[in-house]
Structures are given as structure tokens and as C-alpha cells.
């Protein structure tokens, strides 16, 4: 019998009957659960709580020593160690004993919009297999463009616990250097003044980056590229525990694309966490339309854009095909919203607009919505998950761990570099 049909491993619930743990100790001494899932739920769950083994021994009633060698999988716990343990790490008995509930959730009622409320201050639950709830702590996002399956949130949760394990297990800061919960602004105006703000926390303001990855990286902010279903081109999750974020963006996407779609999610986690309901609207942009506009306004900048055309001296009725390409890849962006971000600043005469539209269109239709030559930029995917491989294999008594690590990685596709672009471990020459 499956673990979550047993009528005995209900959500755990406040003030469960004797009868109840009596029950669970028939079940475990029936069915003999496995040790070693049971300790890597268990270790898992600790950290997507951010919590050490000291810390999460200390909130259950055990030693470190006895809480280490259950995440190993060297015994089960008791049933009363067991309760407790899903009492404090917001979860359910059946969690522990089966890997079939996740731990994600996809949406949830929003703060009223335009108040101080936020999201990450609010309980979370989510729905788990129609029969039960958990407490959330990292929220998944579903792509605007599909649904996605079962296998692909396996594989999206297997890389979170992987870069979580590995931030675990080399020691270093969970938290994003950024708050990623600010309040939101009611105009598109005050949109733009909104993105403005938060290239000033990543200290740019409007100065033009080339490396933006890094720009995220060095913030905290974990970015995994990876392939990904061809009608989905990132997923974000909001990691409320830690007030971080993952940003999983596909592999096999332009770099351009792949920059706005990392910029176009951050904007998703501060809507979200703002509190802007699914029909709510800044200034007529719903939830979708707002977070492409936090991108656009994110990498090309008002000021940035019109400093950049000034400076070589071009009017709006001069802009040739060759210097669009040159000015819009200083800024990373694809040749078309390079474009479009002229004419909203009046920076290009309508005319000059829709004849180089015609020719990105026949460009992209040419070449499958590939990027001109002269412009393609190339970016270090993955060097901060690279970097964390590195120092983790100077870890001996992780060197177990890790080995799952990297068969998570690799089965998940993804590829690792270190910042100096030599294969990471989990890589091959």
C-alpha cells in the first residue's frame, strides 16, 4: 500500500491522539520505511528551513550527534522524534515517510494591494495531492507560456536541493544582498522610478553592465541554466526562508533572451511579494505585462539609452541598421526591444522604427529568431554553482553528498563552470 492511501498517515495535526501514535508505530514496524530517504527528507527540509543541525536538534529535544546519524540514514527515528520533527519543519508524517508531497506551492492569496502587507510575512500553504497541506517555504512560479509536468517539477526540485545542499555544506550566506520584498508603486511611472530603485540596491543606477549574470550572482541570487521543455523559458522560485530567490532559465534560448527572461522573473518575485493580485493593475499593467516592463526598464534604462545615443550624435532619423546593432548590444538586449525602447523615448522617428522592424523580423524569420552576428554576446553559465562544486570537494566528510550532487546535476542537465571557464567536477572535459 502507498504511504499517502494509508488512512493512518493523515496530516499531522495539534493535539493528535495517543491512538494516533500508536498507529504510526504499527505502520513503521509493518512496513519497515527506508532509513536513508527518510534522513535525506529530513536534511533537506532542514535546510530549505535554513536551519543547522544544532539549531533543528535543539528545537526537537535531541543531541546534534543523534539528529546527524538520522540524516544519514543510519536509524529511523522514533515516532515521537518523528512527529516532532514534522511539527517543526512545517511538514506532515507522510512527507517524511514518502517523497511524494512537495514541498512547492504555485500561488497564493495576494496582501491587498497597495498596503504594507507582504506575502513572506503571511502563512503559505499549498494543496498536496488533493488531500493534504503543507506549509510552504520555497513558492514556485508557473511559466506564463504552460503548465508545467510532473517530471519537470521533479527535476526543478532536485536542482534547488542540490544548490542548497551545496550552500549547506561550503558554509556561505543564503540571503540575497537585496531586499526582494519592497512596496509597490500604483503608476507605470512609479514602476519605472520602482526598477530604478532596485538597480540602485545592486549599486548600477543607471550605468550600463555588460555582465549582468554576474551582477546576480555576486548578489546571492542563485541562477541555474539548464534545458527546459521547448514552451518554457525560465521558472522562478521565491526561497521565503532565506528571502532569496532561485532563477532557472533554459539553456538553449539567445543570451538576450535569456537576460530578460532572468530580469523578467525578479520582477515576477516583486509583484508577488508586493502583493499584486491576479487582477490587480499597475497603472493598466496586469501581473504578466508589469514584469516585462520591470525587464525592459531594468536593462535599458531611460537615462542609460538616451546617454548612449547622444554620445555618438545621432538624431531620430539617423539610426541605420548598424549602429541599432552596435547600441543595443552594449546593453544585452535583443536587436527588437532595443528598437521598441527608442521609439517609447522618442529617441527614433516612426518611420526609421518600422523599417528596421521589417528587417529584424525577416532576420529573425531567416535565421529561427537568432540574434545578428555582430551582436551576440556570450555569457559563463552556472559559475557560481561551479564555484560552490569547487570548494565543496575540499569537504572530505561530504564526499558521499556530493556524489549525489552531481548525479542530481547531471541527470537534470546541467552543466557547471568555475568563474575562471574550466569545467567544474560535476562537468567533463
Request: hydrophobic letters at 50%.
Given at each position: 500500500m502507498r504511504l499517502l492511501q494509508n488512512p493512518l498517515l493523515r496530516p499531522l495535526e495539534a493535539g493528535r491522539s495517543k491512538g494516533f501514535c500508536k498507529s504510526l508505530r504499527l505502520f513503521m514496524n509493518k512496513e519497515k520505511p527506508n532509513a536513508s530517504a527518510i534522513g535525506r527528507r529530513i536534511k533537506t527540509l532542514r535546510r530549505q528551513h535554513n536551519l543547522t543541525q544544532s539549531e533543528l536538534a535543539g528545537m526537537v529535544g535531541i543531541r546534534t550527534g543523534p539528529l546527524n546519524t538520522l540524516e544519514r540514514g543510519h536509524h529511523l527515528p522514533s515516532v515521537p522524534v518523528l512527529c516532532k520533527l514534522a511539527q517543526v519543519l512545517h511538514t506532515d508524517v507522510s512527507h517524511l515517510l514518502d517523497d511524494a508531497v512537495h514541498s512547492y506551492v504555485v500561488r497564493e492569496p495576494p496582501a491587498p494591494y497597495g498596503t504594507d502587507a507582504c506575502r513572506n510575512e503571511q502563512p503559505l500553504t499549498a494543496a498536496a495531492h488533493a488531500y493534504s497541506a503543507v506549509q510552504a517555504r520555497i513558492i514556485r512560479f508557473e511559466p506564463d507560456t504552460a503548465h508545467l509536468s510532473e517530471k519537470t517539477i521533479r527535476?526543478?526540485?532536485?536542482?534547488?536541493?542540490?544548490?542548497?545542499?551545496?550552500?549547506?555544506?561550503?558554509?556561505?550566506?543564503?540571503?540575497?544582498?537585496?531586499?526582494?520584498?519592497?512596496?509597490?508603486?500604483?503608476?507605470?511611472?512609479?514602476?519605472?522610478?520602482?526598477?530604478?530603485?532596485?538597480?540602485?540596491?545592486?549599486?548600477?543606477?543607471?550605468?550600463?553592465?555588460?555582465?549582468?549574470?554576474?551582477?546576480?550572482?555576486?548578489?546571492?541570487?542563485?541562477?541555474?541554466?539548464?534545458?527546459?521543455?521547448?514552451?518554457?523559458?525560465?521558472?522562478?522560485?521565491?526561497?521565503?526562508?532565506?528571502?532569496?530567490?532561485?532563477?532557472?532559465?533554459?539553456?538553449?534560448?539567445?543570451?538576450?533572451?535569456?537576460?530578460?527572461?532572468?530580469?523578467?522573473?525578479?520582477?515576477?518575485?516583486?509583484?508577488?511579494?508586493?502583493?499584486?493580485?491576479?487582477?490587480?493593475?499597475?497603472?493598466?499593467?496586469?501581473?504578466?505585462?508589469?514584469?516585462?516592463?520591470?525587464?525592459?526598464?531594468?536593462?535599458?534604462?531611460?537615462?542609460?539609452v538616451s546617454t548612449s545615443v547622444r554620445q555618438v550624435g545621432v538624431g531620430p532619423g539617423q539610426c541605420t541598421w548598424e549602429l541599432l546593432l552596435r547600441l543595443k548590444h552594449r546593453f544585452g538586449v535583443?536587436?527588437?526591444?532595443?528598437?521598441?525602447?527608442?521609439?517609447?523615448?522618442?529617441?527614433?522617428t516612426p518611420a526609421s522604427l518600422k523599417e528596421l522592424k521589417v528587417r529584424i523580423h525577416a532576420h529573425y524569420a531567416a535565421t529561427g529568431n537568432s540574434e545578428p552576428d555582430a551582436s551576440r554576446r556570450l555569457l559563463t553559465p552556472n559559475g557560481r554553482l561551479g564555484d560552490l562544486l569547487l570548494v565543496a570537494t575540499q569537504k572530505a566528510a561530504a564526499a558521499g553528498e556530493l556524489k549525489q550532487i552531481r548525479a542530481d546535476l547531471e541527470k537534470a542537465g546541467v552543466k557547471t563552470q568555475n568563474r575562471r571557464n574550466e569545467m567544474s567536477p560535476s562537468g567533463t572535459k
Open positions: 527535476i526543478i526540485d532536485g536542482v534547488i536541493n542540490a544548490f542548497l545542499a551545496l550552500e549547506d555544506i561550503v558554509e556561505v550566506q543564503k540571503q540575497a544582498a537585496i531586499p526582494l520584498t519592497l512596496k509597490l508603486p500604483a503608476t507605470q511611472g512609479g514602476w519605472q522610478r520602482f526598477t530604478a530603485r532596485v538597480r540602485g540596491l545592486l549599486g548600477i543606477s543607471d550605468a550600463v553592465i555588460f555582465d549582468y549574470l554576474g551582477l546576480f550572482e555576486n548578489a546571492g541570487l542563485r541562477v541555474v541554466f539548464l534545458p527546459l521543455p521547448a514552451n518554457v523559458e525560465s521558472v522562478a522560485c521565491y526561497d521565503r526562508q532565506c528571502e532569496n530567490a532561485f532563477f532557472l532559465i533554459a539553456e538553449g534560448i539567445t543570451v538576450e533572451r535569456q537576460l530578460f527572461r532572468l530580469c523578467y522573473e525578479l520582477g515576477r518575485i516583486y509583484l508577488y511579494n508586493g502583493g499584486l493580485a491576479a487582477q490587480a493593475k499597475i497603472g493598466g499593467l496586469d501581473t504578466e505585462h508589469a514584469a516585462r516592463r520591470f525587464a525592459a526598464f531594468f536593462l535599458m534604462p531611460e537615462e542609460a535583443s536587436a527588437e526591444a532595443f528598437l521598441y525602447r527608442l521609439g517609447e523615448l522618442d529617441l527614433i
